[in-house]
């Protein structure tokens, strides 16, 4: 339930992410420090996950205790949210190898640049709407139904008119995002990004 913590860490690690792919690029270590980079961001974000963890929950203890029924609640819920990303995964990636296997492997990466564009201003909304979630739940354990429903409906509309002016904002001016993201080169992206 704590998004400030929680954000907390994601902003460090990106940061931490960020300055290790340039330094493992510069040196010259290629795909494979791209990938030690991610082993040691993992590895770095699981350190610090738990000591916030031990900071902010004193009375929480890391131990090895099994428990069946609580493991099989978990493997339930965790094996909903694995269909549902692989789901997700399909979707969104399905249009990479079709485009790639009608129009050639050079095509997708202007695809790729209106997909990931595209894909970045759906996420925003969604990042929007995550903030309920520790609201609504405490809500929730309030039985408070009634004030649920109007938090719900009145960021909805914030979330409509916020995601309605970026999609304008990217329809109408996707030429020169792509210009200036990736320069002229890209220029056939920006129908794309329109389109999508």
Same mark, same amino acid.
């Given at each position: 339930?704590? %998004?400030?913590?929680?954000? @907390?860490?994601?902003?460090?690690?990106?940061?931490?992410?960020?300055?290790?792919?340039?330094?493992?690029?510069?040196?010259?270590?290629? %795909?494979?420090?791209? $990938? +030690?980079? @991610?082993? #040691?961001?993992?590895?770095?974000?699981?350190?610090?996950? #738990?000591? #916030?963890?031990?900071?902010?929950?004193?009375?929480?203890?890391?131990?090895?205790?099994?428990?069946?029924?609580?493991?099989?609640?978990?493997?339930?819920?965790?094996?909903?949210?694995? &269909?549902?990303? &692989?789901?997700?995964?399909?979707?969104?990636?399905?249009?990479? +190898?079709?485009?790639?296997?009608?129009?050639?492997?050079?095509? &997708?990466?202007?695809?790729? &640049? $209106?997909?990931?564009?595209?894909?970045?201003?759906?996420?925003?909304?969604?990042?929007?709407?995550?903030?309920? #979630?520790?609201?609504?739940?405490?809500?929730?354990?309030?039985?408070? =139904?009634?004030?649920? =429903?109007?938090?719900?409906?009145?960021?909805?509309?914030?979330?409509?008119?916020?995601?309605?002016?970026?999609? $304008?904002?990217?329809?109408?001016? $996707?030429?020169?995002?792509?210009?200036?993201?990736?320069?002229?080169?890209?220029?056939?992206?920006?129908?794309?990004?329109?389109?999508?």
């Amino acid at each position: 339930q704590r %998004m400030d913590k929680s954000n @907390s860490i994601e902003i460090k690690m990106s940061v931490v992410n960020a300055l290790g792919t340039v330094v493992f690029l510069e040196s010259g270590y290629g %795909m494979f420090g791209l $990938a +030690l980079n @991610s082993l #040691i961001s993992a590895v770095l974000a699981l350190c610090l996950t #738990i000591v #916030i963890l031990k900071r902010v929950v004193p009375k929480i203890s890391l131990g090895w205790h099994f428990d069946g029924k609580l493991l099989r609640e978990m493997f339930s819920y965790g094996f909903k949210i694995s &269909v549902s990303r &692989v789901g997700g995964l399909v979707c969104f990636q399905a249009d990479k +190898l079709i485009v790639s296997r009608v129009l050639g492997l050079a095509a &997708v990466s202007f695809y790729e &640049v $209106a997909s990931r564009l595209t894909s970045f201003m759906r996420a925003v909304p969604l990042v929007m709407l995550s903030a309920l #979630i520790p609201a609504t739940s405490e809500l929730g354990v309030r039985n408070d =139904r009634e004030r649920i =429903r109007r938090t719900y409906l009145l960021v909805s509309k914030y979330v409509a008119m916020v995601t309605a002016a970026m999609v $304008a904002f990217l329809v109408l001016d $996707a030429g020169s995002i792509t210009r200036l993201w990736l320069g002229s080169s890209f220029d056939q992206s920006a129908l794309l990004i329109q389109i999508l």
